[in-house]
């Protein structure tokens, strides 16, 4: 079943290359390849991944649950587009470089008692929920999904068939775990609607797997893909890690060709972030195992060449997709979006997310569930949402929030099109941080022109130190908040 890849299509150019700009030349070339070490010291500090702006460690709990409901109340005065994400924290087994609200447990029977409580919360949420509201994107999240046995994913699914009203063209994603999984569950997860399956992978080095604590053979990756392909997924993404313990460009490189003959749609290839001060589970991941900052830029560096040059178009930010899949045809048209769950079509759409941890997003207001599951269900079982925390956007974050986001997402700013977009003289009101702009423009990341600039393919590798540059709330001391940016 596994599809013969697609043809090689010619690099594309910077979606956002103005008349008159000489493209740059195509991703994991001579830019990527001309990277100092010097540079990637310079540019290689804590920063935000901005699938939010600002940052979630912004959201506080001095914003009270009231306070969050009237801002949920006045969201749904229209009948927006809804995005929904549903939070399944149940994993059999840590991987111990994993950043994700887990909830570790050998007992299965745990799904059932948490299927109940999302209901609950489905039903309280409801009864805040404009009736019209059409449902464009779904999204199950973990954790792992499959968790839940495939009998469970059916029961879930009309539970949310019952509340929601999901739209005939719904873009719906569901996380894989190909360890444990039979077909059936992929079965159970395309007859509730979801057409698009994203299979967690990492690394298939058994030193690497060893070292993290995830054993995977190749043949359960294979496996998983071809199920999901049977069964009708119309979309399949293969998650990756580079920067995991013992990882070499050459071992990795043996991982890439073993992936790219199962022919995905898309790739995420993610940066790891150690960060054992938030998550003390990656402690047991000793800091002398991982690749040095250097061998981490020639590890993203293979990955660019060794995707671009098999037909898949560098989205950024991790993603790459084939040049015909709808992701790269939005970053051509300017369209595309990011989100909590990484780049997505569907923009416009508010995130009603549900599940312990889950955050959900409206134009002006971000709110998370608790993060412990007594809390989550101590809440629920008093009939009230298990609300912890929010953050209501001044004027000035909604319009950063668009800055940034159109800047992970085109590569480029253009002045014209963003004081339409803002409703302000863009260049006059952002004046301080075009003009901060000089060293990274010196360092070749961007390239100015006369009503804008471009990210180049170099810079795509630092689009983080160049969105920071629009960030009005980066502490003083970023160190022990975020993640390396490369
Ligand atoms: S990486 Fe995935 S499977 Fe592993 S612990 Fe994290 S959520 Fe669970």
């Known amino acids: 079943m596994t599809p013969v890849p697609a043809p090689i299509p010619p690099p594309l150019a910077p979606a956002s290359a103005p008349p008159g700009e000489t493209a740059a030349p195509p991703l994991g070339t001579s830019d990527a390849l001309?990277?100092?070490?010097?540079?990637?010291?310079?540019?290689?500090?804590?920063?935000?991944r901005y699938t939010s702006y600002p940052p979630a460690t912004h959201f506080s709990d001095a914003v009270s649950p009231e306070q969050m409901i009237e801002g949920i109340r006045a969201n749904n005065r229209t009948a927006g587009e809804l995005s929904l994400y549903f939070h399944l924290p149940f994993c059999y087994s840590p991987c111990?470089?994993?950043?994700?609200?887990?909830?570790?447990?050998p007992q299965q029977s745990q799904s059932a008692t948490y299927l109940k409580y999302l209901d609950r919360e489905m039903e309280l949420m409801g009864r805040l929920l404009h009736p019209d509201r059409n449902v464009v994107q779904l999204h199950f999240g973990g954790g792992t999904p499959t968790f839940l046995l495939p009998d469970e994913i059916r029961a879930l699914g009309s539970m949310i068939h019952r509340r929601f009203r999901l739209d005939p063209e719904v873009e719906a994603g569901v996380e894989i775990d190909p360890r444990r999984l039979i077909r059936d569950h992929l079965q159970a997860l395309h007859e509730v609607g979801f057409n698009r399956a994203s299979l967690g992978v990492q690394d298939h080095d058994p030193v690497v797997q060893k070292a993290v604590h995830r054993i995977q053979p190749f043949e359960q990756s294979r496996a998983a893909v071809e199920w999901a392909r049977e069964v009708g997924f119309r979309s399949v993404n293969i998650d990756l890690i580079y920067g995991l313990p013992h990882q070499t460009p050459e071992s990795f490189e043996r991982t890439l060709d073993e992936v790219l003959t199962l022919a995905p749609d898309r790739f995420?290839?993610?940066?790891?972030?150690?960060?054992?001060?938030i998550k003390p589970a990656q402690k047991i991941i000793k800091e002398s195992t991982l690749p040095s900052a250097s061998t981490k830029l020639e590890l993203l560096k293979l990955t660019i060449e060794k995707l671009t040059g098999s037909g898949y178009v560098y989205i950024g930010m991790d993603h790459f997709a084939r040049a015909t899949d709808e992701l790269a045809l939005a970053q051509r048209s300017k369209t595309l979006q990011r989100n909590f769950q990484g780049y997505s079509t569907r923009g416009g759409a508010d995130i009603y997310a549900f599940g312990m941890s889950s955050i959900s997003q409206t134009g002006d207001l971000y709110w998370q569930?608790?993060?412990?599951?007594?809390?989550?269900?101590?809440?629920?079982?008093?009939?009230?949402l298990p609300l912890a925390r929010g953050y209501?956007?001044?004027?000035?974050?909604?319009?950063?929030?668009?800055?940034?986001?159109?800047?992970?997402?085109?590569?480029?700013?253009?002045?014209?099109?963003m004081s339409r977009l803002l409703d302000v003289d863009f260049a006059a009101d952002f004046a301080a941080e075009l003009g901060s702009l000089a060293d990274l423009e010196a360092d070749g990341l961007l390239r100015r022109h006369d009503g804008g600039f471009v990210v180049t393919d170099l810079g795509r590798l630092f689009i983080r130190n160049i969105a920071m540059r629009f960030d009005a709330h980066l502490p003083?001391?970023?160190?022990?908040?975020?993640?390396?940016t490369v």
């Not at 001309?34 to 935000?48: F, I």
């Not at 111990?96 to 447990?105: A, D, E, R």
Request: glycine residues 4%.
């Open 392 to 417: 209501f956007l001044t004027e000035d974050d909604r319009r950063r929030r668009i800055v940034i986001m159109r800047l992970m997402c085109d590569f480029s700013l253009d002045y014209a099109q």
């Open 96 to 105: 111990w470089y994993c950043g994700c609200t887990t909830v570790i447990t």
């Open 34 to 48: 001309r990277v100092d070490l010097d540079l990637v010291r310079k540019y290689n500090v804590p920063g935000p």
């Open 369 to 384: 569930n608790h993060k412990d599951l007594p809390e989550y269900y101590g809440h629920l079982d008093r009939e009230v």
């Open 476 to 484: 003083k001391e970023t160190e022990r908040r975020y993640s390396r």
């Open 268 to 277: 995420a290839v993610f940066n790891y972030a150690y960060v054992p001060w």
